[in-house]
C-alpha cells in the first residue's frame, strides 16, 4: 500500500517546479522581441535568425558536432574493449592500476584532468587544436562507456557465448553474432552519455582546444560572461528542444519494447497453459 | 594473442593519457616557474644521461607547496571550496529527500514519467543550466521582480555574484546525483516496514525516523558524496555565478594557469586539490562496496 | 525372439566412444575431479549423478572444452582433446539455462550452428526443418525465445545442440527447469530422440529419479571421485557403497559385525538380537565391520512371526507415512533404531491392519540385504 499524502505532493510539485522553472523562463524569453533580457516586449524569432547568421556560433557548434561524433565513436569501442576487459578477462598483472584507471576519471576534477592533459600535450609537442580535444574527450568518456557496458556484462549470461562456441563460432564470431547484439542497448547508451558529455564539456575542452578550434560551449561561456544575452538563450532552448525531443523518444521507444515484449511472454505462457 | 590485445589497447591508452599526465602534473609541481617555453624547469633532458637525471632530480622540491601555504589565499580557497561543497550538499539532501521521497510514494504508473523527469536535466547542458539561473537571479532578474511585485521585499536583493549563487548553482545542477540514488533505496523498502512499525505502536513520524531514514541511509551517502565530490573541484558555476569574493579551488586553479601563466603552482594547486578528495573517494568507494556485499 | 541387449561396457572387443584417463581437474587449490578413469560407449545414453559440487558439471564441460585438463588425458574417438578448441569439437551442449540467443528466432537458433559450417542454404533449411519435425516445432519457427513457453524453449534448446548431428551430446540439467509433470514426460521424449537419432548422450543431473529413467549407465560421483559405475538396476540392487545406497532411493542402513558363514555373513548389530544373514560374494576385511543395505520394499511387515524367514525381528509401528499408493512404516526396535518396511495398499484405508503402536514383525530374505564394507 502506498500513502500519497498532500506532503508528497507539494514536495514533488515544488521539487519540479526548481528542476524546469529555470529552463522554462529561459525558453519564453528567448522569444522575446527586446535586447533587455529581463524585460517581455512581445513575441519575436529575432535572437533565432541573428543565430543562424552568426558564422562563428556556427563553426564552433560544427567543430563541437565533429569531436562529439568522433570522441563517442572511439570511446565505445575502447570502453566496451575495457569492460570486456573487466568482466571476462580474469586476472592478469595490473589489473588494478586498469581498474583505478577506469574509475578515476570518473570522480576526477575535471580541471585536473584538463590541466594534466594539456601539459602532456605540450610535453609531447602536439599542436592543440581539435584532434587534441578528440583525444581528451575520448579518455574520459571512455571510462563513462566501460561502467555502462560492464554493468551490463556483469549481468550478461555466459552461457550464450559458450553455446556460441559449442556450435563452432570463434571467440571473435561469438561476440559479434551472439554478445553485441544482447548488449548493443547498453553499447548505445554507452555512446549516447558519451556523446553528451562531449557535446557539454567546457572545462576540459577550454584546456585542450587550440586557437584553431573553439567548441560550442567555449564560445557560450565567453559569451556569458558578460551577462545573459538573447542569442544564447536562443541557442539553449534549439539545444533543450534537441535533446528533450530525444530523451522522451528514446524512453518511449523503450518503454513500447518492453511493454510489447511482456504481452508476449504472458501470450506464450497462456498458449501452453 | 587476443586477449593480449584486446587488454593493452585501452591499457596503453589510459596510461598514455590518464596516467602520465598526472606524473607530469606532479613533476611540474615540484619545478620552478621560469620565462622560457614551457615556463618551468627544469625540464627532462636524457641525452644528459645519468648525470642530466640527478641534476633534473636534485631541482625538484617542495617550493610551490610552501608558496602555497604562505600566501593566505590558497588555504583560504580550499577551505571555502570544502565548505561550500558541504553546505551544499546538505541542501541538496534537504531538497533532494522530499523529492525522493515523493517520487518513491507515486503510484506505480507515475513512476517511470517521474524518474524521466529527474534525469532530463542531466541530459541537458550543464552550462546552460548554471546559466539559466543569471537571468533569475541577478538585480533586476525575474526573482527580485517577483519578490517586489509581490512587496515582500522594497530594494532589489543582490544574489548573483555571492556565495549564495553558487549554493543555488550546485543544488540545482547535482540534484539529480542526490534524488537517484535515495530513490533507489526508498523504492525498495518494503512498505509493509512502516505497517509493522505502526503496529508496534510508532506514530507516522516516528516511523519515518526509525524505519525509513535508517533503510535509506546507503542512499543518502551514496547521493552526499556524488554532489559533494564534483562540487568540490567545480569551475563553471562559481565562476558564472559567483562573485570575485567567491573563492573555489576550481577557479583559483584555473585563474593561476590562464591569467597568471604559473604552471608550477598551478600544478601545485592539483596536487593538493587531488590529496583532499582522496579521503572522500575512498570513504564513497567503501560504501558501495559495503552496499554490494550486503546485497550478495 | 528376444532383441540383444545394449551392453557394449561388458563387451571388450567395444572401443569406446569417450575415454578419460586419469583426469585431474583442480581450481587453485581445490580438486574438482580426482584422478578419474571412465569410458563410454558409442550410443550410450551416460547420466552423471551426484550431489552439487561432486564435479559433474566439470567434467561435462571438459568434454565440451570450456574447462583445461590439469592432469591426464580425455580421447574422443580415441584422439586426444586436449588441444582441441570447443568451436572444433564434434561435441554440442545442451545448457542448463538453455542459452537460447534472444535476438534470433527458433529457426535462426537452430540454423545457428549450421550456419558456421557454410552449409549450402537449401541443406540447412532441410535440416532445420526436420530438427523443428523431430521436436514438433514446426509452428514457432518464427516466434523469438521470450515468445514461448519452458517446455518449447527446452525443445528449441535440444533441437540446435542436435542440429550438427554431434558424435557426443551433452546436457546440463536438461529438465531442472520444467515443472514436475512436465519433467516426467520430457524424459521419454529425450530417451525417443536419443534412440532414432543415435547419438551417444551425457546427462549431468542431481535428480536420481531422472538419472535412473532415462539413463543406460549412471555414474554415481562424489568429492570428484566415481564412487560406481553402473546400470540403473545395478545401481540400485547393488551398491558399491552406503553412499551410493543412501543416495539412490530410500534405504535401511544396518551396522554391525560381520561373521563368514556359508554362502554369506551373519551380521550382528545389537546385543540381545538375532544375527541377521545375507548372501554374498563378498570377501569383508579384518576387522569385519559391515554395513548391511536393505531397501524397505524388501521388507514384509507382518503381525504374526512369519514362518521360514531367514532375518526376523520384532518392533512397534513408530510413525505411517501414507503415500498413496504405498504406505512406509517406520518401525522401533528393541534397541532403539528404526528400520523403514515398505507396504502396496492394496486395500481401502478402513481395512488397513496396521497402526500406531502395533507390535509387529519384519522379515525379509537372505538375497534381500546387501553387505557393504562402508
Known sequence: MRRFSWFNATSLTLGFAFLYIPMIILILYSFNASKLVTVWAGFSTRWYGELLQNEAFLNAAWVTLKVAVASSTIATVLGTMAAYVMVRAGRFSGRTLFSGMIYAPLVMPEVITGLSLLLLFIGIGLDRGIVTIILAHTTFSMCYVSVVVSSRLVSFDRSLEEAALDLGCSPFEAFRLVTLPIIAPAVISGWLLAFTLSLDDLVIASFTSGPSATTLPIKIFSAVRLGVSPEINALSTIMIAIVTVAVITASFVSKRASVRQQAEEKAAVRATG | MRRFFLIAVPYAWLLVLFLIPFVIVLKISLSDTALSIPPYTPTLDFSGGWAGLKAFFSALDLENFWFLTSDDLYWKAY????????????????VGYPIAYGMAQARDEWRPTLMMLVILPFWTSFLIRVYSWMGILSQEGFLNQFLLWTGIISEPLIILNTNTAVYVGIVYTYLPFMILPIYAALEKLDASLLEAAEDLGCSRIQAFWLVTVPLSKNGIIAGCFLVFIPALGEFVIPSLLGGSQTLMIGKVLWEEFFNNRDWPVASAVAVILLMILIIPIILFQRNEQKQREAEQ | ?????????????????????????????????????????????????????????????????????????????????????????????????????????????????????????????ARVQEMLKLTRLEKFSKRKPHQISGGQRQRVALARSLAKAPKLLLLDEPLGALDKKLRQDTQFELMDIQEKTGTTFVIVTHDQEEAMTVASRVAVMDEGRLIQVATPAGIYEMPNTVYVADFIGDVNIIEGHGTKTGDGYDVTFAEGQPALHAKTDAQLGEAARCYLAIRPEKVTISAERPDGAVNVVQGTIHDIAYLGNLSTYHVELPTGQILKAQAANTRRLSRRSFTWEDKVWLSWTDTAAVVLER
Not at chain 2, 79 to 94: K, R
Not at chain 3, 33 to 39: S, Y
Request: glycine fraction near 6%; charge should be negative.
Open chain 3, 1 to 125: 525372439m528376444t532383441e540383444p541387449v545394449f551392453a557394449p561396457w561388458d563387451d571388450p572387443n567395444e572401443k569406446p566412444l569417450i575415454e578419460f584417463k586419469n583426469v585431474t581437474k583442480r581450481f587453485g587449490d581445490f580438486t574438482a575431479i580426482d584422478d578419474l578413469t571412465l569410458d563410454i560407449y558409442e550410443r550410450e545414453f551416460f547420466a552423471l549423478l551426484g550431489p552439487s559440487g561432486c564435479g559433474k558439471t566439470t567434467m561435462m564441460r571438459m568434454l565440451a572444452g570450456f574447462e583445461t585438463i590439469t592432469e591426464g588425458t580425455i580421447l574422443l574417438s580415441g584422439k586426444n582433446i586436449a588441444r582441441v578448441p570447443p568451436n572444433r569439437r564434434a561435441v554440442n551442449m545442451m545448457f542448463q539455462s538453455y542459452a537460447l540467443f534472444p535476438h534470433l528466432t527458433v529457426w535462426d537458433n537452430i540454423a545457428f550452428g549450421l550456419k558456421r559450417e557454410k552449409l549450402p542454404k537449401d541443406q540447412i533449411e
Open chain 2, 79 to 94: 577551505l571555502s571550496s570544502v565548505w561550500i561543497a558541504v553546505a551544499s550538499t546538505l541542501l541538496a539532501l534537504f
